[in-house]
């Protein structure tokens, strides 16, 4: 990249995703020393507050950074504070110039770079203090302000502000100790701010609704008594390992709506109480054998609306109490041949719009109590001859938008079904007299009217 060409950049640069950017430009960021980015830095750093590990993993990937394990010390960079990061970011990025040789001018670099230190700590100050405020303000409407007005403290500088907040939930501790719900939805946290260890008696928390980007630390250490966690409609796309791990109370988890292209984090988790899971609407492209496999009470697993493209041998074998299963609106091409085969509680299936071509021989012969099996929009062309046997319970059957072409006999076996959706590009062909023997079917008329006799 020549000087011209970088001068361009910069100038032209605004609101940037740092990790969208080419391998050169990164390189020119983080490593030239004869550039002013000063105002570069704060926005650079400022994402590498909010995502310091997951940002050097992508780094490595493009070439930049000859140490990752040493950059990606995690478990003593994750417990630091924020300015703590970024003057430890720092100081390894120099040193990471002087491997790579770029040694140019190097005493005039580390100079100049005091001053953008100081800027970056004031930008991860005020980031810090920003979010504290937020989480203040959303307990004055319960607390008040103290000696305070709203109108007078709002005309503080931010600094006193973040000081009179951190005073004032000091000395309401013991009060702020035995809340036991805490709403922090739409209050535009960024962060969760340091303070939130306050609340150490609550079981109930919701943080929906924010701009939080990533979750690191330990939460146990925090809200070690949590039940109910709320994070959807969040921009989450990175959860340190280990954040979740050890709630042991920990029932109903929500992270729909987020930007999660990973479930590392939950590999092996040791969360034993938890019963409901919802990761629907996220960025997930694949569902790692352990996942949730400290979890064996887990009753409801929701991953709709994401990318999955398979799923691991022996799935759902670690949780025998699953009741609900969405895998709805994915890239499933197949299931794995003892999909839930273990499961013989689960009472919902949902697996509408995926790419699934066919079914395995046995396929639900398991599911003695599941009501609703919904396989929707797929490209299903022929079902195995043993399907519906042992859906004793099933009330309702959704085949419809695949390309059947002909309704197994083995569907004569569904004498609980109620309701059968089998609509088609071309009417599939099935035995009326087998529909006739549905007792309990509501629909029978339409889906004669959709179908031919054989």
């Not at 962060?191 to 630390?217: A, I």
């Not at 280990?242 to 999660?260: D, E």
């Not at 099996?373 to 079902?383: A, F, G, H, I």
């Not at 599939?428 to 008329?445: H, K, T």
Request: proline share 3%; with cysteine; charged share 25%.
């Amino acid at each position: 990249m020549t000087q011209a060409t970088s001068s361009q950049f910069v100038s032209e640069i605004s609101g940037f995703t740092l990790l969208d950017l080419p391998r050169d430009c990164l390189r020119l960021i983080l490593l030239e020393s004869d550039m002013k980015t000063s105002s570069l830095a704060c926005r650079l750093f400022y994402q590498i507050l909010t995502d310091p590990v997951h940002l050097f993993i992508r780094l490595e990937r493009k070439g930049i950074g000859s140490s990752v394990n040493r950059l990606v010390k995690v478990s003593s960079l994750l417990n630091r504070t924020a300015a703590d990061k970024v003057r430890w970011i720092w100081r390894e990025l120099l040193s990471e110039r002087k491997e790579l040789s770029l040694v140019r001018e190097n005493e005039r670099f580390i100079l100049e770079s005091t001053p953008r230190l100081e800027l970056v700590q004031a930008v991860a100050d005020e980031c810090r203090d920003s979010n504290l405020l937020l989480l203040f303000h959303s307990l004055g409407r319960y607390f008040g302000y103290g000696h305070f007005n709203k109108e007078s403290f709002d005309r503080l500088p931010l600094r006193q502000k973040a000081e009179y907040c951190r005073a004032w939930l000091e000395k309401e501790s013991a009060v702020l100790g035995n809340k036991t719900t805490l709403d922090l939805s739409r209050v535009g946290l960024t962060s969760l701010p340091e303070e939130l260890r306050y609340f150490k008696g609550v079981t109930e928390v919701d943080l929906s609704c924010n701009s939080l980007t990533v979750l690191d630390g330990e939460l146990k250490t925090m809200w070690p008594h949590l039940k109910s966690f709320k994070l959807s409609c969040n921009k989450i796309k990175c959860i340190s390992p280990g954040f979740f791990s050890g709630l042991q109370q920990l029932t109903s988890l929500t992270l729909k709506k987020n930007a999660l292209t990973s479930l590392a984090a939950f590999i092996d988790s040791d969360l034993p109480a938890l019963e409901r899971v919802d990761l629907s609407d996220n960025l997930l492209s694949e569902f790692k054998q352990g996942c949730f496999a400290g979890s064996p009470k887990l009753k409801s697993l929701i991953v709709s609306n994401n990318s999955l493209r398979r799923l691991p041998e022996r799935f759902g074998s670690l949780w025998l109490q699953l009741e609900i299963v969405n895998l709805g609106f994915n890239r499933l091409e197949n299931l794995p041949g003892d999909f839930l085969e273990s499961n013989k509680k689960v009472r919902q299936v949902y697996l509408q719009q995926n790419q699934l071509k066919d079914l395995q021989n046995g396929f639900g012969g398991s599911w003695e109590k599941v009501e609703y099996l919904s396989l929707k929009l797929n490209d299903l062309k022929l079902l195995p001859d043993s399907f519906g046997e042992g859906l004793s319970s099933l009330k309702l059957l959704d085949l419809s938008y695949n390309n059947l072409r002909i309704l197994p006999s083995g569907l004569s076996q569904l004498k609980a079904l109620e309701l059968l959706h089998i609509t088609q590009e071309a009417k599939p062909a099935v035995s009326f007299a087998m529909l006739l023997s549905l007792r309990n079917l509501r629909n029978i008329r339409t889906v004669m009217e959709r179908a031919i006799s054989l």
